[in-house]
């Protein structure tokens, strides 16, 4: 054998910045001649919760017994306010389901979210493609967005809701609108959105009505007066500017504010804008915290996060950096068999398999959840998906109150940041928890 000769393995797709991902995205934008669209969320690996852990009680206090002493759930959303003109929200959990439209869902998936989150007093939201009202007769409470596209902007949906949410923008895509490919823009969707048929769908980006605060006043009061003073006002932010925009929003007259973190899941957006837009859901929560604190809001407007949170402990620690409750979406989406072992023919021809799919945008949802095709919808029953739901969002209440139980908390809402710890530098700097043996905030405020 010659010497001299390299015989180590070709490096061609190890190189940290081009990896196969990389040089597969260049390829297919020299093809296509546009960027790539697709469903789920961010593919990047961001700081999140998992960095932060809790500390139970031990000797400093006392636990709280499992299965004989009570910890409240109860969540009251919009009720801070003594002066308020409004009813508040009210919650038998911290956990509803984040706005998701019919259209980017399919019809059964919207009964099923209603159906599920009824059964455990916890409520939905209409997403930005008008009150579907199959999803209104399943759903107890029921919370109706506007957009800036205004699809299905009807006086009587916006007066037989429970809530009502202006949204400004989502952590998926923040600064554009939304986007659902024609294969999904079926009779029904037509009608609610006064859309073409089998054309691809793009929302504004943002409302026709109101540029800034003082406009915005306005709307708020216009809604107020249009609902009779009845239901709450929320507002959904995305988490960018998250100070500024969170204090804006609270001295336009907002009850609620939604924080969605760049985690959040989409059925269609820009591949580029869910890995580079946007700020980690564990960054906004106490960033928002701190902009209401600051002007002297905090307790008086709600804080709702939302964006990629999947779990109890997710939910805990939401809740003890000052949320007042969380929104859970792709995570009830799952529940609903997302990525499930079913199937599996229909994802091998979408060109991956359960538990790898990303294809919501295509309307080929294998198991019936992000399509329009009424084939494909049979394989989703309603009353059974819902029951799905209601199990998941009570598996979830359980770990909560467990963790609250056993850092001595006889409500989750009295968790609180110095009951965790961060295990990262960066948990620290996010969060302000103290860094895990060392009790010292990294880059303290």
Known sequence: MAQGVNHRLPQMGRSKIWTPHVIEDIQAKAELGHYQIRGFSTFFNIPTLDQL?????????????????????KTVLGGGKPDRVSQPLELDIPIYIASMSFGALSRNAK???????SAVGTCTSTGEGGMLEDERQASKKLIYQITPSRYQLDLDHLRRADAVEIAV???AKPGTGGVL??????????EMRQLPKGIDQRSSVRHPDFLGADDMQIKIEELRDATGYRVPIFCKLPACRVTQDVK????????????????????ASPEFLLDHTGIPTMAAIPAARRALEEIGMYGKVSLVVSGGLKSGADVAKALALGADAVAFGTAALIALNCNAPLYEEDYAALG????????????RCPVGVTTQDEELQKRLDPEKAGERIASFLR?????????AKSCGKSNVHNLEPEDMRALTLEASAMTGVPL???DKVVAPW
């Open 352 to 363: 991956t398999a359960p538990g790898y799919c990303y294809h919501c945008h295509t309307g």
């Open 111 to 117: 009964v099923s979210l209603g159906l599920g989150a």
């Open 181 to 190: 490919l024609g294969a999904k823009v079926i009779d029904k969707v037509v």
């Open 169 to 171: 923008g989502q952590g």
């Open 53 to 73: 852990t809790f500390l139970p009680a031990a000797m400093t206090r006392l636990p709280l017994e499992g299965y004989r002493e009570f910890c409240e759930t």
């Open 248 to 267: 804006i929003a609270a001295k336009s007259g907002i009850d609620v504010i939604v924080i969605d973190g760049m985690e959040g899941g989409t059925g």
């Open 436 to 438: 895990a043996g060392v």
């Open 395 to 403: 598996a979830v209440t359980m770990e909560v109150t467990m963790i």
